[in-house]
């Protein structure tokens, strides 16, 4: 059976780091693409940017590229979504999809919460 | 924001059929295949409709999806009480070399 499952709800402070992770497990890691989802309060789906955990490619929605750093553990089928420094305005829920022309499996979500 | 644009909001009484545009354009919907997620409240979207108008295992056939040019349609048939949700369609864009996503549809059932 196909999951992803990604790591506890958050609760930081402005200017902290963070990485959030997925990890990934009845399916061949390296071979899919996978993609982190933002989604703000009471918005829609935001795509932030893309792994290959076979060979490390990754893209970032132009929007996102420089906010954020996303990566993968091929050892460990985890992949990761990292911030240096965070403000409030990242308060959202964060989605990790498998993508192979589709979103055909999505994690549970992890609620991160920036707050002074 | 959004490259692929559906109406806000989409209702009808149970029984009737809801249908939900997304228009895009040739760098993703054109030359790409379309796929639809339902987001119950509360919950991570599920996979509704892929390659256009295929359903995965256990998704009913009140659901279909349609393409043409740089549109695609999803609609539900024989709505009921548990449709009510918000969905999205999403599709590979060649210009952004990535997955985008619509900016969602919420259906409410009256």
């Known amino acids: ?116 | 924001q959004s490259v692929l644009t559906q109406p806000p909001s989409a209702s009808g009484t149970p029984g009737q059929t809801v249908t939900i545009s997304c228009s895009g354009r040739s760098s993703n919907i054109g030359g790409n295949t379309v796929n639809w997620c339902q987001q119950l409240p509360g919950t991570a979207p599920k996979l509704l409709i892929y390659n256009d108008y295929q359903r995965p295992s256990g998704v009913p056939d009140r659901f279909s999806g349609s393409k043409s040019g740089t549109s695609a349609s999803l609609a539900i048939s024989g709505l009921q009480s548990e449709d009510e949700a918000d969905y999205y369609c999403a599709t590979w864009d060649d210009s952004l070399k990535g997955p985008v996503f619509g900016t969602g549809t919420k259906v409410t059932v009256l």
């Open chain 1, 1 to 116: 059976e196909v999951q992803l499952v990604q790591s506890g709800a958050e609760v930081k402070r402005p200017g902290e780091s963070l990485k959030i992770s997925c990890k990934g497990s009845g399916y061949t890691f390296t071979n899919y693409w996978i993609v982190w989802v933002r989604q703000m309060p009471g918005k829609g789906l935001e795509s932030m940017g893309i792994i290959y955990p076979g060979d490390s490619d990754t893209r970032y929605n132009p929007s996102f590229q420089g906010q954020v750093t996303i990566s993968a553990d091929k050892s460990i089928t985890t992949a990761y979504l990292h911030w240096s420094s965070l403000k409030a305005s990242d308060t959202a829920m964060y989605y990790c999809a498998r993508w192979s022309r589709q979103f055909d499996y999505w994690g549970q979500g992890t609620l991160v919460t920036v707050s002074s």
